[in-house]
């Protein structure tokens, strides 16, 4: 048997490092046993899923050095590999399910579900579907269907007993059915959740081992009774610990920057970022702390990987990055990583663009144009608040922005022009206002060259990164504020005139 692993990101937003760390130990597992990768793009979720987004993950772990043998680029025997390009594969599988009696149209409405869960909150009760429509009769499920009601396709899942959930590198886990809900598995869009579409492709992918992370243990039963209804032999399953913060939370963007292109940006090497995911996921080869992809794959085994979660330390990934920094570049490679970083022809004639109007001397685009060239920028966190804004409005717009920035599907001034002025609205204060904050925590500066463009060069995961430096300068929100303000500035909210 051809050992075949792969890594299945869903295309909703910026390339997570998580997903590079997944997709490392599946590589390296496939390799090391003469194997094939495969990535396969999750992009069900249609309100959410964008080709940006798809093109920035598949960007990124080739950056890393991360290649697959099969996906949407590059074809193979078992495409197409983007499931928004399969539906006709799954409706196929959804009616054999229905047709078996392992699984159940569900007519329940959105307000009921709500009530439930919070009748089952009040109770103390896990939220769950109580299987209500799981009764109706084939006669009643004709007529509603008929009648055109919407409805989605759940889970029989048994009431007794318990699933045992054997993970690779963890052993057996003993999940009792009664704790697991009865799953959707085909939305009423007439796309497939997550769930469905994981087992039916990772069967006609030829999965052999399904490595993920540990947030998927409590979904594993789910899955195991799927490949148990169809009659599939289900793959190997081993759980990775999560990332951690050095607080040992889950790794995530409110406290660490998690984006790959944030440290693409940053001027980290890739050869120095994969080698750090390597550390965090097995240890030193060879107890060396550098070591190359090649050296990983070759002494890769599951049973290296610590279950510990791995704390993602920022310091230990700049003192690896700065070994090969010093160790494994020239002075003529380490000229040319620094002229593609950030001195590339069409960037700097963007920014030069930006400088040109504004400088009476050549010399003078150092001290204008820094901020372009620099990671956390430093300068006095009075200048935050000494426009006509207050502190705590402007802790609230820094806030704001930083979630809603986030919304943006295209990353561009004009965007970014729209955006200030519906938070403005939102807030009840002059753009002009509202920009001067902004410019103090992405340009160090109160005044500079356009803030909008700048921020469009710089990127998202820089800006992003300068604004949660400007909250921790201030005051990072507690969890009441952010509740309060959670609908404040969205596209969704109503703006006052």
């Avoid at 509202?434 to 803030?451: C, D, E, K, M």
Wanted: hydrophobic letters at 40%; charged letters at 25%; proline letters at 6%.
């Amino acid at each position: 048997m051809k050992v075949r692993t792969r890594v299945a990101p869903s295309p909703t937003g910026d390339p997570h490092v998580g997903t590079a760390y997944v997709a490392l130990v599946n590589y390296a597992f496939a390799k090391r046993h003469g194997g094939d990768f495969l990535l396969r793009v999750e992009d069900t979720d249609r309100a959410r899923s964008t080709p940006e987004s798809e093109r920035a993950i598949l960007k990124s772990l080739q950056w890393l050095g991360i290649e697959w043998d099969e996906g949407p680029d590059k074809g193979g025997p078992h495409g197409p590999y983007r499931q928004s390009e399969r539906a006709a594969i799954y409706r196929e599988h959804v009616e054999r399910l229905l047709a078996d009696g392992h699984a159940f149209r569900c007519f329940c409405t959105s307000a009921r579900l709500d009530d439930l869960r919070v009748a089952q909150r009040a109770a103390g009760q896990p939220s769950r579907y109580d299987g209500l429509c799981r009764g109706l009769s084939a006669d009643d499920v004709a007529s509603r269907m008929a009648a055109g009601e919407p409805f989605v396709v759940r889970l029989v899942v048994p009431s007794e007993g318990v699933c045992v959930v054997r993970d690779a590198r963890r052993g057996p886990i003993e999940i009792a059915w009664s704790d697991v809900d009865m799953q959707v598995l085909m939305k009423s869009d007439g796309l497939p959740t997550y769930h469905l579409a994981n087992v039916v492709d990772d069967h006609l992918m030829e999965i052999t081992h399904v490595i993920r992370g540990e947030e998927w243990v409590s979904s594993a039963p789910k899955h195991l009774l799927l490949y148990s209804y169809f009659g599939w032999t289900p793959p190997e399953i081993a759980h990775l610990p999560l990332l951690r913060n050095p607080d040992k939370s889950k790794l995530s963007k409110r406290k660490n920057p998690t984006s790959i292109l944030f440290y693409e940006r940053m001027g980290y090497l890739p050869e120095a970022l994969l080698n750090f995911l390597a550390l965090l996921a097995a240890g030193p080869v060879g107890g060396e702390e550098v070591f190359s992809l090649a050296d990983f794959v070759d002494h890769f085994s599951l049973d290296r990987i610590s279950l510990g979660g791995p704390v993602f330390d920022v310091p230990k990934l700049d003192w690896l990055n700065g070994r090969y920094l010093r160790e494994r570049l020239d002075g003529n490679a380490f000229a040319a990583r620094v002229g593609a970083w950030g001195f590339s022809p069409e960037r700097v004639a963007r920014i030069a663009a930006l400088a040109q109007p504004r400088i009476e001397r050549l010399s003078d685009v150092g001290n204008l144009l820094a901020f372009f060239f620099a990671g956390r920028l430093t300068y006095d966190s009075a200048l935050l608040v000494a426009g006509k804004i207050d502190a705590p409005t402007v802790r609230k717009a820094l806030a704001v922005m930083q979630r809603e920035l986030d919304t943006l599907r295209s990353w561009e001034s004009a965007g970014i022009d729209a955006l200030f002025r519906r938070v403005a609205a939102a807030i009840d204060i002059k753009v002009r206002d509202l920009t001067r904050p902004f410019y103090v925590a992405i340009t160090g500066s109160s005044t500079s060259v356009p803030l909008y463009d700048a921020m469009e060069i710089l990127g998202r995961d820089i800006v992003r990164e300068r604004l949660r430096h400007a909250l921790e300068l201030l005051g990072a929100p507690s969890k009441r504020e952010q509740e309060e303000w959670k609908n404040v500035g969205s596209a969704s909210a109503e703006i006052p005139a």
